[in-house]
């Protein structure tokens, strides 16, 4: 389940007083619950660039994690972009996971280079091309990785070759 914890709409929205509660009655049904933040009109906040910090809605998940009392996962969803800021989540008890998808939009071998001590491509919360806007299902892709999106699709041959011919 992915849920919003806290509309943010002072008109009528729900809160996390309201939220939790009818989260935690619904743990028969569920493994894990997603915690967002934020609706349809306050976009900013679930959908966060680089003026939020990262793992913005730690407080939240906690909040829900301790009131589940292990009755279900609960994961993070909070502009997460660095392994050790989610280890950092998860070792400190706000999280029992996060998501990392503009991260792994960014560098979709993120985990294998950093288990390799590679650095991967970091992403920055620029909210580019990673967005989707519409119904359409258009490709995801990355203002830092132009390959994002298109990584099943053979480089044509002689591609590097040619860009790297010594002259």
Do not use: W
Not at 29 to 47: E, K, M, N, P, Y
Not at 74 to 87: P, R
Not at 97 to 102: A, Y
């Amino acid at each position: 389940l992915r849920v919003s914890l806290d509309e943010l709409a002072s008109l009528g929205g729900l809160g996390p007083e309201e939220l939790i509660p009818m989260v935690v009655g619904l743990a028969d049904q569920c493994d894990l619950v997603t915690v967002g933040i934020g609706s349809i009109f306050t976009r900013s906040a679930f959908r966060p660039d680089f003026h939020s910090r990262e793992a913005f809605n730690n407080q939240l998940s906690r909040r829900l994690r301790d009131a589940a009392n292990g009755k279900f996962a609960t994961y993070l969803q909070g502009s997460v972009t660095q392994i050790a800021i989610a280890e950092s989540v998860c070792e400190g008890g706000d999280a029992d996971g996060v998501e990392m998808t503009r991260a792994l939009i960014t560098d979709a071998n993120l985990i294998n280079k950093v288990q390799a001590g590679e650095d991967p491509i970091g992403c920055v919360l620029c909210n580019q091309a990673c967005l989707v806007e519409d119904a359409s299902n258009p490709i995801i892709s990355c203002q830092l990785n132009p390959d994002a999106g298109y990584e099943l699709e053979p480089t044509p041959k002689g591609f590097f070759q040619t860009r790297l011919k010594p002259t």
